[in-house]
């Protein structure tokens, strides 16, 4: 066969052209291969790497995956701002409404060992000898109510009385007192802010369990600071967050020196 002759006429090629050529195709079925990626579902896929493995020598068949990482996300409902407080954020959280409805002499928040104590004087709450709650009252037993059920936490709510004896058409005691403001609080939470009874309990005590048994409870003054209401959220012993005696122990055990 004899050998072309090249055209006169016809421009010189650069070489590198050949080359740029070859990367234009390469680039071409890349951006192809990324848009069939985009369409084709997960069983073919996996059906494909497979294969290709396979031909490669990489491995036989279908290809080995290995375990997935598993994930623990939270679940969050409804807007990011109403997830759950912690119990330190419920404290801090009740606080300031105390502060903001200026019922700082009658409302004292503390966090023990149990959890978070709302103690509620009576006389904000209650008229002398009766059960019902003031209605000038109910705005801020909602808003704590309401800080409440965006806990998981169980709630016990405790009613107590001074030592005088009490006997009446409605209450033969001041057992019968206790309890029945207790209840009155533990409906209005359930009934006006929905949190659920299987997370309440109440408890009547009377004039039994008075804040400080040492003190003369014939003081006016002792007197009045065991009329009372208690709301008791209690710790998830199973949950994440610790009180700080359990805080301590641990610290002890394992000797990493924390006191506070």
């Known amino acids: 066969m004899p050998k072309q002759q090249k055209c006169p006429d016809c421009p010189e090629i650069a070489a590198w052209i050949t080359t740029f050529s070859d990367l234009m195709s390469l680039l071409l079925t890349f951006f192809v291969l990324l848009l069939s990626f985009s369409t084709v579902n997960e069983d073919d896929f996996e059906n494909a790497i497979g294969a290709l493995q396979g031909a490669l020598g990489v491995l036989d068949g279908q290809p080995i995956l ?3 990482v598993k994930l623990h996300v939270p679940i969050v409902r409804g807007d990011i701002t109403e997830a759950r407080p912690t119990m330190h954020d419920a404290k801090a959280e009740i ?3 105390t502060e903001e409805e200026e019922q700082q002499q009658n409302v004292e928040v503390t966090e023990g060992e149990e959890g978070i104590v709302i103690r509620i004087r009576d006389r904000a709450v209650f008229s002398s000898g009766e059960a019902d709650i003031k209605d000038e009252f109910k705005s801020l037993l909602s808003r704590i109510g309401q800080v ?8 016990v709510i405790e009613g107590h009385t001074d030592n005088v004896p009490i006997s009446n058409d409605a209450f033969a005691n001041n057992h019968w007192l206790s309890s029945a403001r207790a209840l ?12 659920a009874r299987t997370r309440l309990s109440a408890s009547g005590f ?5 804040v400080d048994p040492e003190a003369n409870q014939s003081d006016p003054a002792v007197q009045a600071q065991n009329r009372r209401v208690e709301i008791r959220i209690l710790y998830n012993k ?13 610290s002890s055990e394992y000797g990493v020196g924390i006191d506070e």
């Open 95 to 97: 606080e300031e409404i």
């Open 206 to 210: 009377g004039e039994y369990r008075p």
């Open 184 to 195: 009155q609080v533990l409906d209005y939470f359930a009934d006006q802010v929905g949190i």
């Open 238 to 250: 199973d949950a994440e967050e610790a009180d700080a005696d359990s805080v301590r122990v641990l």
């Open 66 to 68: 290995t375990s997935p």
């Open 148 to 155: 409440i059920n965006r806990i998981s936490n169980q709630v």
